[in-house]
Nanobody, 127 residues
Framework: QVQLVESGGGLVQPGGSLRLSCAFS????????????LGWYRQPPGKERELVAVITRVGTTNYGDSVKGRFTISRDNASKNLYLQMNSLKPDDTGVYYC?????????????????WGQGTQVTVSS
């Protein structure tokens, strides 16, 4: 069984900050965690899910253009957790945020290893 549990979302004013967490559980996720690229996605209202940040197994990070300089992704291989520090939040950052692991390519695409998604965590940026 594989399970992803995202948390840390909420309602924040523009310019504010949030820190999202993702716990990977289940034998398959935990076995693959340290050797795979991890990523955060988001799905804005009425739009498709998009990749916003990735971190490779060696700690190299990459970000979507809209979040560069504001978001920081990090991972803890010991506890099998993934994090996303979000600063200077904007209304366009509103959406449901999801995490996953998979195979990453140079076109900023992360193809999930398993067809499993968590429930996501809602981030709303509004005054």
């Amino acid at each position: 069984q594989v399970q992803l549990v995202e948390s840390g979302g909420g309602l924040v004013q523009p310019g504010g900050s949030l820190r999202l967490s993702c716990a990977f559980s289940g034998i398959m996720f935990r076995t693959l965690f340290s050797g795979k690229t991890l990523g955060w996605y988001r799905q804005p209202p009425g739009k498709e899910r998009e990749l916003v940040a990735v971190i490779t197994r060696v700690g190299t990070t990459n970000y979507g253009d809209s979040v560069k300089g504001r978001f920081t992704i990090s991972r803890d291989n010991a506890s099998k957790n993934l994090y996303l520090q979000m600063n200077s939040l904007k209304p366009d950052d509103t959406g449901v945020y999801y995490c996953n692991l998979g195979d990453y390519d140079s076109d900023f695409r992360l193809v999930p290893t398993f067809a499993t998604w968590g429930q996501g965590t809602q981030v709303t940026v509004s005054s």
